[in-house]
T-cell receptor, first 116, second 115 residues
Framework: GAVVSQHPSRVICKSGTSVKIECRSLDFQATTMFWYRQFPKQSLMLMATSNEGSKATYEQGVEKDKFLINHASLTLSTLTVTSAHPEDSSFYIC????????????FGEGSRLTVL | KQEVTQIPAALSVPEGENLVLNCSFTDSAIYNLQWFRQDPGKGLTSLLLIQSSQREQTSGRLNASLDKSSGRSTLYIAASQPGDSATYLCAVRYLMNTGFQKLVFGTGTRLLVSP
């Protein structure tokens, strides 16, 4: 089956530091990946669309310089939360669109970020 | 603006009942629609994917239908079990003019099936 691995699953950091979250498609190639943010008991909010070899497309209201996205290969996209603050604490989930497929999305297990 | 709404927001039923979860979307020019379940603190598990040209998909006790003209999809869960307790999300994918894809999630339905 199609597996998407997200790492780390949990991270606690001090305010002002930067945190990198990785999203890997383990057994398929994914030109396109998506990053979401989820607040407690709420649905997923799309932050940005990550495309291999090009700049990410950010949704309105999402700060590009705050949430850096890099999609350097067909199996890896990274989200870096720069100069994190407590309000950045959230559950971040990535998903990958398998190349040449019917358009089914596969999701990582999510990363819970807590900024102290 | 493309919006996806799910009704009801929460549902609590005894074990064994047949359930209907609803998803409505404002823009009917969809590429496909996917139903997911999410357990607390976890990622999403894909349940069913319906292409825009399809009317329904079935997997075990689950059946999802799609009516593009009315902007609706329903997820039927037959003979519900306590293990079905989770949040169910529908997501609609659109193809943008830029060639990129955009996925819009519904607000979710929190389901609790009691023994």
């Amino acid at each position: 089956g199609a597996v998407v691995s997200q790492h780390p699953s949990r991270v606690i950091c001090k305010s002002g530091t930067s945190v990198k979250i990785e999203c890997r498609s383990l057994d398929f190639q994914a030109t396109t990946m998506f990053w979401y943010r989820q607040f407690p008991k709420q649905s997923l909010m799309l932050m940005a669309t990550s495309n291999e070899g090009s700049k990410a497309t950010y949704e309105q209201g999402v700060e590009k310089d705050k949430f850096l996205i890099n999609h350097a290969s067909l199996t890896l996209s990274t989200l870096t939360v720069t100069s994190a603050h407590p309000e950045d604490s959230s559950f971040y989930i990535c998903s990958a669109l398998r190349d040449g497929d019917t358009g089914e999305l596969f999701f990582g297990e999510g990363s819970r970020l807590t900024v102290l | 603006k493309q919006e996806v709404t799910q009704i009801p927001a929460a549902l609590s039923v005894p074990e064994g009942e047949n359930l209907v979860l609803n998803c409505s979307f404002t823009d009917s020019a969809i590429y496909n629609l996917q139903w997911f379940r999410q357990d607390p603190g976890k990622g999403l598990t894909s349940l069913l994917l319906i292409q825009s040209s399809q009317r329904e998909q079935t997997s075990g006790r689950l059946n999802a239908s799609l009516d593009k003209s009315s902007g609706r999809s329903t997820l039927y869960i037959a003979a519900s079990q306590p293990g079905d307790s989770a949040t169910y999300l529908c997501a609609v994918r659109y193809l943008m003019n830029t060639g990129f894809q955009k996925l819009v999630f519904g607000t979710g339905t929190r389901l609790l099936v009691s023994p």
